[in-house]
């Protein structure tokens, strides 16, 4: 029932570097047609990004994050956000084979934690969309956005 816009940005273009992708969701029609600055919500899929000045700098404390780590390391800045939410992503993909030969693919899993760290979206509806756009493993996927949704954990300042 939300109007959505979403965009890619793109760093270096090579194999495994960093990408940032961005979503609005709105009850009105969205006509902005920026870059966000200041998210309300940054979702972190690869933990080893979690220092990282281009992903982290647009963080203020208005900020919530869902970061994909069984716990918050050492040394990492709490402060810096309003909440702070963590899932063990990598581990539900892997147990569910959700993966290539390289690495866990763990998108349906930070689906199901940010729908229910944010309360933006409910289950259902998500797994009806990954039903419908998820060509392969569909089970397996609605399963990771499930139990994500089941463990993700909010860290007390």
């Known amino acids: 029932g939300l109007q959505v816009q979403s965009f890619p ?3 270096a273009e090579r194999r495994g570097a960093p990408v940032s992708a961005f979503l ?3 009850a009105e029609e969205i006509t902005l047609r920026c870059g966000i600055l200041h998210p309300d919500w940054i979702v972190l899929f690869e933990p080893d990004l979690l220092e990282n000045p281009m992903i982290m700098k647009g963080a203020d404390p208005l900020t919530s994050a869902v970061l994909n780590v069984p716990r918050i390391p050492e040394g990492f800045d709490r402060s810096r956000f309003d909440r702070v939410f963590t899932v063990d992503a990598s581990g539900i993909a892997e147990r569910l084979r959700l993966r290539t030969t390289s690495f866990s693919i ?4 930070m689906v199901g934690a940010l729908a229910c760290a944010a309360r933006l979206v409910d289950m259902e509806s ?3 969309a990954i039903q419908r756009l998820v060509p392969v493993k569909r089970e397996a996927n609605v399963r990771a956005a499930e139990e994500a949704c089941q463990q993700v954990q909010e860290v007390m300042r």
Do not use: C, L, Y
């Open 9 to 11: 940005s793109f760093g």
């Open 24 to 26: 609005r969701a709105d």
């Open 106 to 109: 763990v998108n349906t899993a």
């Open 126 to 128: 998500i797994g009806r």
